[in-house]
């Protein structure tokens, strides 16, 4: 078993809709939790960090922690056209004030049409 | 610069051939990372350098593969011998103290 499970889809919507991504992990001392978009043929891009449990909201995007569950979720309310992209969960265990490394899941491929 | 630049963004070499790939990380970025992508596949660690500390090297994958930090800036990966399944992107990132991690473009390395 991967240490963080992602669908990686695809997932199709069309513009306007809500969009819910997730993750699931299995250990539970990961404290840092992120978000990264990534276009075709670019590196990941940070879209949102959070730390522990709770949300996090900015913008169009909605970041939820559930360490009790190790379940972690991305919405993105109104879905533009522009958010067609691979959406990765990653994680760390944070060591003193380092990140450290990241693990990631697989990516959802998100594609929003018109 | 202003972001992570990685060079070559592609490279297609021969099978046994060794290669180096190379990034330079955001100034004052204090904290490297080697991550590889392969096709579908999420981002594999490799390597990661934090200020004057031992690398962790507990991701790359064989002997044949080694990375060097010069200065605390600029990083070199370089694979030896290739092999076909060394095919993927690998992607540098750098963060600064406490903060998360900004990719680079990548390289798009074929192993032929």
């Known amino acids: 078993q991967k240490e963080v499970e992602q669908d990686p889809g695809p997932l199709s919507v069309p513009e306007g809709a809500i969009v819910s991504l997730n993750c699931t992990y299995s250990?539970?001392?990961?404290?840092?939790f992120m978000w990264y978009r990534q276009y075709s043929r670019k590196g990941p891009e940070l879209l949102m960090y959070?730390?522990?449990?709770g949300n996090k909201e900015d913008g169009r995007f909605t970041a939820q922690v559930d360490k009790s569950s190790k379940y972690i979720s991305l919405f993105i309310r109104d879905s533009q056209p522009s958010d067609s992209a691979t959406y990765l969960c990653a994680m760390s265990l944070g060591r003193g004030s380092t990140l450290g490394r990241l693990y990631f899941g697989r990516g959802t491929q998100l594609t929003v049409w018109p | 610069g202003a972001g992570v630049s990685q060079s070559p963004s592609n490279k297609v070499t021969e099978k046994g051939k060794d290669v180096e790939l190379r990034c330079d990380p955001i100034?004052?970025?204090?904290?490297l990372y080697w991550y590889r992508q392969s096709l579908g596949q999420g981002l594999e660690f490799l390597i990661y350098f934090q200020g004057n500390s031992a690398p962790d090297k507990s991701g790359l994958p064989s002997d044949r593969f080694s990375a060097e930090r010069t200065g605390g800036s600029v990083s070199t990966l370089t694979i030896q011998r290739t092999q076909q399944e060394d095919s993927a992107v690998y992607l540098c990132a750098s963060s600064p103290w406490g903060a998360g991690y900004t990719f680079g473009s990548g390289t798009r390395l074929t192993v032929v």
């Open positions: 959070t730390y522990s449990s």
């Open positions: 100034s004052g970025h204090t904290a």
């Open positions: 250990n539970s001392a990961f404290q840092y």
